[in-house]
Nanobody
């Protein structure tokens, strides 16, 4: 079992920044992918950024150059630094962990944290 807890969401003005954090606990394999997804009202949940255990990073085009994902494997955390926020970034942001062994794949989600960008 793996538990993921997000924090850092809030209400900000356009152009401002936020830092989201995700604290992981439980049986985390050495090979895994941690990621941030977001879901706006009336829309599906979309991948924002991901970070594999061997250092591979991915960013959605909509956030590339503005958001930065990072990992601290010793402390079992993943963060998302969000700069130059716009109203289109408003969503619930979810932490995600994907890992697999020889028998099956595992997919874990946090509860989500609200990010609202508004004037």
């Amino acid at each position: 079992q793996v538990q993921l807890v997000e924090s850092g969401g809030g209400l900000v003005l356009p152009g401002e920044s936020l830092r989201l954090s995700c604290a992981a606990s439980g049986n985390i394999f050495s090979v895994n992918t941690m990621a941030w997804y977001r879901q706006a009202p009336g829309k599906q949940r979309d991948l924002v950024a991901s970070f594999t255990s061997d250092g591979n990073m991915y960013y959605a085009d909509s956030v590339k150059g503005r958001f930065t994902i990072s990992r601290d494997n010793a402390r079992k955390t993943v963060t998302l630094r969000m700069n130059s926020l716009t109203p289109e970034d408003t969503a619930v942001y979810y932490c995600n962990l994907r890992q697999r062994n020889a028998l099956r794949a595992y997919n874990y989600w946090g509860q989500g944290t609200q990010v609202t960008v508004s004037i």
